[in-house]
């Protein structure tokens, strides 16, 4: 784990107060960090409160442990936040009539990002002619559904009362320091930190080729054009950042974590949960299983594995391949189609999201590394912490974040190359040890450089010099 510019603590007589905007609480590796920042932090040393940008619609994974924690005080979402009521014509109502006009230009890049998202979904969903054409007499009420879909983020009016809660929350809580996650995050804490001059720290989720996948690419333009009034960018992708013009002195690099004292806590039950997941699923308790985490998304390259399991099963017949993570019916049906199609339908066990999914490393064998985008995330983190081998695909990710040349933990193969992973997946698992010690070297390679103790500490030092640093200049 790396940092630059980070000055050490200084006392105080209370804690720094940061506040954390995130689009929401579900489980994703951005909202398990939020999650791992308020619980790991000395609350002598720091307090958070946390808002998120949309509200609780049942599946905020985290919402009750950071309410236990006294981080989280928002309600559920009630019925009223389902209605639509334009989110354009709800933030010109708020730019126009319900602040100061001393605070309307730092809504700008509210504004600007409720635009992108609207000439996004305007420009993705006009049919060409052509689609018009061969629509017209099979699916066009299927296509207005979607279209009406689509239009939901820009339609519900999200940004304003988003930014009614945030000022809310900021009148009561008065933070120190604002901390933006995910997409949302940023053009709305850049706006509250704009209206309160408070310093603002914003954590890039993911490379600009997964925002771009995930059709969120207007955010790479909201970096470019508002960047100044960021104080610090967490990520371990410098170089974009900088390529679009961010300063180099603004990035503090650091690449993911994971928390060791819950894997270690994991880890001695390991036997256990190797019983009781292959009883679960209803396999051979000497069953070799390959995990693989993460949602069912194409850019998560589930496919590949897939198309790499019959070469893996005609070589140990007893192999299972399990996948964890949310689902979307399409993505699910296509994958039971194709496991068909192999004739390995019995051989993949699609468990869905699991909250806590520590238990199905410490069952498995070898790990999947399979994004066709990002190296390391979370997900492989935890994999390397638990000591599991891992194939992978060489996305070309800056060093920091990958690791699996590093570690040597396992080994990298061409992206989107499921031959080529189904060879290298048998290599380690004919090892005699099945491949035990090279797993245990990314185990090793975890507790010297990816405690998650340790990103939170330099978190809390990131915040502390900001606030001292705001202070002074205040004085």
């Known amino acids: 784990m790396e940092s630059s510019r980070v000055a050490p603590m200084s006392s105080r007589t209370r804690p720094v107060r940061v506040l954390h905007i995130i689009d929401g609480l579900g489980g994703g590796g951005s909202e398990r960090h939020v999650w791992e920042i308020v619980r790991m932090s000395d609350p002598q040393q720091v307090s958070h409160r946390v808002v998120t940008v ?22 559920a979402a009630r019925e009223s936040d389902e209605t639509a009521n334009g989110a354009e014509a709800g933030l010109s109502n708020l730019i126009k009539s319900r602040v100061p006009q001393s605070l309307k230009r730092p809504l700008r890049p509210v504004r600007s990002a409720a635009i992108s998202v609207r000439n996004h979904f305007a420009q993705a969903l006009s049919p060409t002619p052509a689609q018009e054409d061969a629509s017209a007499s099979r699916d066009t009420d299927a296509r207005l559904m979607n279209r009406s879909s689509a239009h939901e983020l820009v339609m519900e009016g999200v940004y304003s009362k988003a930014m009614e809660r945030l000022m809310g929350e900021y009148a009561r809580f008065r933070p120190d320091v604002i901390q933006g996650h995910t997409f949302h995050g940023f053009s709305l804490g850049l706006s509250l930190k704009l209206m309160y001059s408070r310093p603002m720290v914003y954590f890039v989720p993911a490379l600009f080729s997964q925002l771009r996948d995930a059709k969120v690419g207007w955010l790479i333009e909201q970096y470019r054009s508002f960047h100044q009034g960021v104080d610090r960018f967490v990520t371990g992708y410098t170089d974009e950042l900088v390529g679009i013009g961010v300063p180099a002195e603004k990035i503090i690099r650091l690449s993911v974590a994971v928390d060791l004292q819950e894997v270690a806590h994991v880890y001695a039950e390991r036997e256990r949960h190797r019983a009781e997941i292959r009883r679960v699923a209803g396999i051979p308790g000497d069953a070799l299983i390959a995990l693989s985490v993460g949602r069912l998304h194409p850019s998560k390259g589930h496919q590949y594995a897939l198309e790499a399991l019959p070469a893996l099963v005609r070589r140990f017949p007893e192999l299972h391949w399990m996948v964890i993570g949310k689902e979307w019916e399409e993505e699910r049906e296509a994958l039971e189609q194709r496991a068909r199609e192999l004739g390995v339908e019995r051989h993949m066990h699609l468990m869905g999201f699991v909250e806590e999914p520590l238990p199905f490393y410490a069952a498995s064998d070898i790990y999947f590394r399979t994004p066709v985008y990002e190296a390391e995330n979370l997900s492989s983190c935890q994999a390397m912490a638990m000591g599991l081998p891992a194939v992978g ?4 990710s800056e060093v920091l974040l990958e690791l699996i040349g590093k570690a040597g933990h396992g080994l990298l193969v061409p992206p989107r190359d499921a031959e080529a992973l189904a060879e290298a997946a048998i290599k380690i698992l004919s090892l005699p040890d099945r491949g035990r010690s090279l797993g245990e070297r990314g185990a090793n390679y975890c507790r010297a450089h990816l405690d998650f103790q340790q990103l939170v500490s330099i978190l809390v030092a990131v915040y502390t010099e900001l606030h001292r640093s705001q202070r002074r200049d205040a004085n």
Not at 54 to 75: H, K, M, N, S, W
Not at 393 to 396: A, D, L, P, Q, S
């Open 54 to 75: 949309f509200p609780d619609d049942g599946t905020f994974v985290y919402a009750e442990r950071l309410r236990r924690a006294g981080a989280y005080l928002q309600e």
């Open 393 to 396: 695909f060489e996305t070309g």
